[in-house]
């Protein structure tokens, strides 16, 4: 039996947290259960959760994040399901100042590209780049790190640089502050995003059964409104 009266602490990298808000509200709406959503950084929650012992549910956009927390014991093996794709692309401002058209416009004297160095668009530039055969000239071009979703695409927001390499879905998530440059489809990166139970809930049949609430229609049409795909092409 589901207790009504326990608050279910979820926890989310920033960028996959705006489908999960409203699945969230959803899960709350349909079943009356309290949920409290927590969103940041994932290295900086994941520490945290491991240093309080506290919540129940965590996602992030790339299985790797989750792969290092399972080998922290912060998540219990087998409990992990995909709720989605992102693809690859160059995110540029919307006026596009450089007129970025193409990665071989990376590659370009001048332009400054931004790149994460954490989160789920870690190593994405290198296995893009690697795959065209352009690592050491878009290299060269590369002024920026973040280490984070967010802290990246505020380097576009703040015009520091003039590309990043992100996701189909910020367009929807920052619908009036980018724009995004297709790649072709050899040279895109799929990553899933992905939630899993932590070992520290207090009620694992409720975070087991809001998981599988994530992974029903009604929750894939919020994430495929977002640009989230279930298909890979």
């Known amino acids: 039996m589901v207790s009504k009266t326990y608050q279910l602490r ?4 920033g960028a996959v947290a705006p489908p999960l ?4 509200d959803l899960f709350e709406k349909r079943y009356g259960v309290n949920c409290r959503l927590t969103v940041g950084k994932p290295e900086a929650l994941l520490m945290a959760i491991a240093e309080t012992r506290e919540g129940d549910v965590f996602s992030g956009g790339a299985e790797y994040v989750l792969d290092d927390a399972e080998d922290r014991g912060l998540i219990i093996r087998g409990s992990r399901r995909s709720l989605g794709y992102r693809r690859s692309v160059i995110i540029v401002p919307p006026d596009n100042t450089a007129s970025v058209l193409s990665l071989n416009d990376l ?3 001048g332009v400054r ?3 994460a160095s954490g989160g789920c668009l870690k190593g994405v530039w ?3 780049a690697s795959k065209a055969g352009l690592t050491d000239l878009i290299r060269k071009n590369i002024t920026r790190h973040a280490d984070a979703c967010g802290t990246l695409m505020s380097l576009i927001h703040t015009k520091e640089v003039d590309a990043i390499f992100g996701w189909n879905a910020f367009q929807n998530v920052w619908p009036d502050t980018c724009e995004t440059i297709e790649l072709p489809p050899n040279l895109q990166v799929y990553r899933s995003t992905v939630v899993g139970i932590l070992t520290c809930t207090k009620n694992l049949e409720l975070s087991r059964k809001f998981i599988e609430f994530l992974t029903t229609p009604d929750v894939k049409k919020i994430y495929s409104d977002y640009g989230w795909l279930y298909q890979i092409q």
């Open 10 to 13: 979820v926890y989310s990298a």
């Open 21 to 24: 808000q409203e699945a969230t």
């Open 107 to 109: 590659c370009r004297e």
């Open 113 to 115: 590209i931004g790149i």
């Open 126 to 128: 290198d296995d893009i």
